[in-house]
């Protein structure tokens, strides 16, 4: 006879310190979701259920819109105009005394950022200088993980003295200050431009990202996939760009996020002291540094550069976060909005039920505890009695 006490061993069962329906009822929703999906999918799908990630993709994809629509896209001496009325160098006759002519809702004037005391245009200023920006943000992120998956996945991979040698350079990179030899060069060569200074800060922005890649490297490694990659006769580099960094390519990306966000502010700070983009162009931190003088009489010369610095830093973070959300497997984002911190307050929920029952004459309702092995279970005889299970031995 069946032992009644233990149940079929091959039924389904919660985690004893879990309430009925807790995190094994949500661990089969997701791998329902995610059985026989490709790992590019899965990452596709958590993605776009991430609400801050997605507004900030979307919010950053309308600005470059506005920006590279707006003034048109000057390059080394060639211009495709846009629509908006203005050039980031024209001077206008000063239009309501130099203030914002921009009223809610929808009434945006011929100057809606207002004008300097020379009567350019603020608006056409700021969507230069945040299209310097981007370019910045865009070249330092494309140098820096370049070098950095590079240097971290041969340190990581080969290790030995390979690996001291270039931790060993690494470290002394670190230990420059990054605005420092922005600044050094900027003096030299008498301004930087933004190609110019997105792949000096791209050279030099790189250890960061190598150290977390050497890491992950050192890690997967030891992995069994890889033995089996090397027993089935696989060279170093196939190992290393088929094997491995795919792995490693979540860790790649959210820190590459993580750097063109830093880019933003650092090109803001170097334009700010005067070490990076100069006269006659523009910049949002040359904007600042231009205006300075007239914080206390034109603050809107402030607002508007500001204010894009930070929509550009907090969005290019929140996509970050999305897409570490989506790359590491740890996380249990369930459509009923089950996630792994709801899951531990179940646990420990189910947990305090459980021991208080004893106490209060009601034990924690739904919750199968099963008996430690070879032990009975305490209130067997409340089930009727324990010989109909142990007449067959």
Known sequence: M?????????????????????????LTIEQREVEGLSQGTVVRRRFLRHKGAMTALVVLALMAILVYSSVGIQVFGFRIPGWWLWNYEDVAPIVNGGNPTWTLPFQFGVHPFGQDEIGRDIFARVMRGTQQSIVVMVLYGIIAAFIGIVVGAISGFFRGRIDSLLMRFTDLIIVIPVIVIAA????????LGAVVLGIVLGLIGWPSLARLVRGEFLSLREREFVDAARVAGASNSR??????????????IVSTTLLMSAAILLEAALSFLGFGIVKPDVSLGQIINEYQGAFATRPWLFWFPGLFIIIIALSINFIGDGLRDAFDPRQRRMPGGQGPYKQMFAMLTGRNRRDAGPATGSGAEGVRVPPPVGSARPDAQADGPASDSTDGR
């Open 2 to 26: 069946t032992n009644s006490l233990m149940g079929n061993p091959n039924a389904p069962h919660n985690d004893p310190l879990l309430p009925e329906g807790g995190v094994n009822s949500e």
């Open 184 to 191: 050094v060069l900027g003096r030299t060569f008498g301004g």
């Open 239 to 252: 190992i290393v760009f088929r094997h491995i960094l795919p792995n490693a390519i979540g860790v790649v």
